[in-house]
């Protein structure tokens, strides 16, 4: 059932969501230690944890499918 279309869409969902969350942390981090609350750093930190999300989970699925 992992290797149907709806498998595959399912596992690629899930990735983004880890690497997702884990940009999202990073980015929690910095605002912690007082980093990033100027209005427009912190919408460019946004957009670089989806732009992040999104960039690891397809490097991820390329290597899968690659290597």
Known sequence: VMTS???YVVLVGLTW?????MASGIRHWFL????NYELQTNKN???AVLVTGIVLT?????AVFLL
């Open 17 to 21: 969501a880890f690497f997702n969350h």
């Open 32 to 35: 912690d230690i007082g980093a």
């Open 45 to 47: 930190s946004a957009r």
């Open 58 to 62: 397809a490097l991820f699925w390329a």
């Open 5 to 7: 279309p709806l498998g």
